[in-house]
T-cell receptor, first 111, second 114 residues
Framework: ETGVTQSPTHLIKTRGQQVTLRCSSQ?????VSWYQQALGQGPQFIFQ???????GRGNFPPRFSGLQFPNYSSELNVNALELDDSALYLC??????????FGPGTRLLVL | DQQVKQNSPSLSVQEGRISILNCDYT??????FLWYKKYPAEGPTFLIS?????DKNEDGRFTVFLNKSAKHLSLHIVPSQPGDSAVYFC?????????????FGKGTTLSVSS
């Protein structure tokens, strides 16, 4: 059974640029959530996708957007990057239960 | 307004002793609680969970206790091992809501010395 995978592992961007992060959910999992973890903080919920539709959103601006594909993989897009967007971005998947299983994350640095 | 609080940023324990990590929550709608362990450069790994209809759940060396009236839960690790050294996150969820988000605390760094 393959776990949650994310790409890339690291990324460096400059302010104002756009970034796309990718996630493949664990086999059999149809729900994907994205979280942002800033240094010294716990992960913060960005949004969740179920059956290719956004199924809930945290307190993040619209420049954070996402997609889910028919194979349940997902993308997180961030436009007009700001310095404060520097963080670890985590993807988690679930088959519908409460327990979410996390990928290794993508570390984004915005200069 | 933090809904899940881990008030101890760090905890140091000797190998073989008990580690007790604490977590408090404010939202009475939370009905499921989870503990995750995180090593540097890795994503959080699910450890153990508990439903609000229970007050205790055990899995090997790990036991989670839930006190609903106090809105408090704790994770006990017995005996502690050096490999347990990691950041531990408490998370809560309201399973009845659509778009179920895990709400995390800020984490407690556990150091187990040999």
């Amino acid at each position: 059974e393959t776990g949650v995978t994310q790409s890339p592992t690291h990324l460096i961007k400059t302010r104002g640029q756009q970034v796309t992060l990718r996630c493949s959910s664990q086999s059999g999992h149809n729900t994907v959530s994205w979280y942002q973890q800033a240094l010294g903080q716990g992960p913060q919920f960005i949004f969740q996708y179920y059956r290719e539709e956004e199924n809930g959103r945290g307190n993040f601006p619209p420049r954070f957007s996402g997609l889910q594909f028919p194979n349940y993989s997902s993308e997180l897009n961030v436009n007009a990057l700001e310095l404060d967007d520097s963080a670890l971005y985590l993807c988690a998947s679930t088959a519908g239960g409460e327990t979410q299983y996390f990928g290794p994350g993508t570390r984004l640095l915005v200069l | 307004d933090q809904q899940v609080k881990q008030n101890s940023p760090s905890l140091s324990v000797q190998e073989g002793r008990i580690s007790i990590l604490n977590c408090d929550y404010t939202n009475s709608m939370f009905d499921y609680f989870l503990w995750y362990k995180k090593y540097p450069a890795e994503g959080p790994t699910f450890l153990i969970s508990i439903s609000s209809i229970k007050d205790k759940n055990e899995d090997g060396r790990f036991t989670v206790f839930l006190n609903k009236s106090a809105k408090h839960l704790s994770l006990h690790i017995v005996p502690s091992q050096p490999g347990d050294s990691a950041v531990y996150f408490c998370a809560a969820i309201s399973a009845n809501q659509a778009g179920t988000a895990l709400i995390f605390g800020k984490g407690t760094t556990l150091s187990v010395s040999s």
